[in-house]
């Protein structure tokens, strides 16, 4: 792969959580001086572990303008991963989970504008198709989410366009699909399948599939999140500011599949629990990212088994 270049100084809101933790460990390793900005609500101070001396970590809120704004001083490029990542909880308290996923971004798109940072990268959501019959999904597609968290995500996507238009703040906007891989939290009761999953052969114990497991999920091994992070960083402005791209594996797998090759690789032969099919969830899911590939240079280099085999012995050493 092609290198990709420096950056010199970043923030990331959220740095504590799962995939900005691994974003945050990779820019300092990379020599970029970051700052981490999170409220420990679901991020942890573990997850930082070996970088504590090496990462500005500040503990505030998104929703406090003055957080954001001091945090935004003197950085290039601001990361915006920090969000109420759960469809049940935005059903069961849209209000909050309003004001952390509209209400932070605009606070931090605000804060990046007023501060001279260069550009904005918002993690954004494959939630915010819902349940389209256009698989794989191009960007272009008209959104129809079919929750709250969705809607929320698709708001920050249109704010961010506003800041590009309207105020000349270079702005990208990444929707992820199935984000995996190690220190995924599989403790949460909204946690994603593939760490509850995990965790459920670690114990010995049937994983509860929701739904008949026949719903495809489109995978992406964190690594490759990352990587996406940091090309749409640095991609040349007349490529990347105000786009939205999809980020995934770029393959759909159903539920079933995966729960066969993740048996394979633990050894086990265990038998799932099947439930009733949960609310706001999505039949399938499946990403065409060749928006990422031309204009980005984006390219998955992680497969499931591959991604799955490095999960599994994170989880194992944990």
């Not at 954004?124 to 960007?139: C, F, L, M, N, Q």
């Not at 995966?258 to 690789?265: D, E, G, I, K, P």
Request: glycine share 10%; hydrophobic share 40%.
């Amino acid at each position: 792969m092609e290198a990709i270049p420096k950056i010199e100084s970043a923030l990331v809101t959220g740095g504590a959580g799962f995939i900005g933790a691994h974003l945050a460990k990779t820019l300092a390793s990379q020599g970029t001086k970051v700052r981490v900005l999170d409220n420990f609500s679901s991020g942890t101070l573990e997850n930082l572990r070996g970088f504590e001396r090496r990462i500005d970590i500040v503990e505030g809120d998104v929703r406090n303008a003055l957080a954001c704004r001091n945090a935004c001083r003197g950085v290039q490029v601001v990361f915006h991963l920090a969000a109420l990542v759960s469809v049940p909880i935005s059903i069961q308290d849209p209000i909050q989970a309003d004001s952390v996923n509209i209400g932070g971004t605009l606070n931090m798109l605000i804060a990046a504008r007023d501060q001279g940072v260069q550009r904005f990268v918002f993690s954004s959501s494959a939630a915010v198709y819902g349940d389209t019959a256009i698989i794989p999904t191009h960007e272009d597609v008209l959104p129809k989410p079919l929750s709250p968290y969705g809607v929320q995500k698709l708001a920050g996507e249109h704010y961010a366009q506003n800041f590009t238009n309207i105020f000349g703040l270079q702005t990208v906007a990444l929707r992820y699909f199935n984000v995996y891989g190690p220190h995924q939290n599989p403790n949460s009761p909204y946690a994603a399948v593939i760490p509850k999953f995990i965790s459920a052969v670690l114990e010995g114990k049937s994983p509860t599939i929701f739904g008949d497991g026949e719903q495809t999920r489109d995978f992406c091994y964190v690594g490759d999140v990352v990587r996406a992070n940091l090309l749409a960083a640095t991609a040349p402005s007349e490529k990347a500011s105000g786009g939205v791209f999809n980020i995934a594996g770029g393959r759909q797998h159903t539920l079933n599949t995966l729960w066969q090759m993740l048996q394979s690789v633990m050894g086990t032969q265990l038998c799932p629990t099947y439930a009733a099919p949960r609310t706001g969830d999505i039949r399938h899911s499946g990403a065409d990212i060749s928006r990422a590939e031309s204009l980005l240079g984006y390219r998955p280099a992680t497969s499931l088994e591959e991604g799955l085999r490095l999960t599994v012995e994170a989880y194992r050493k944990a």
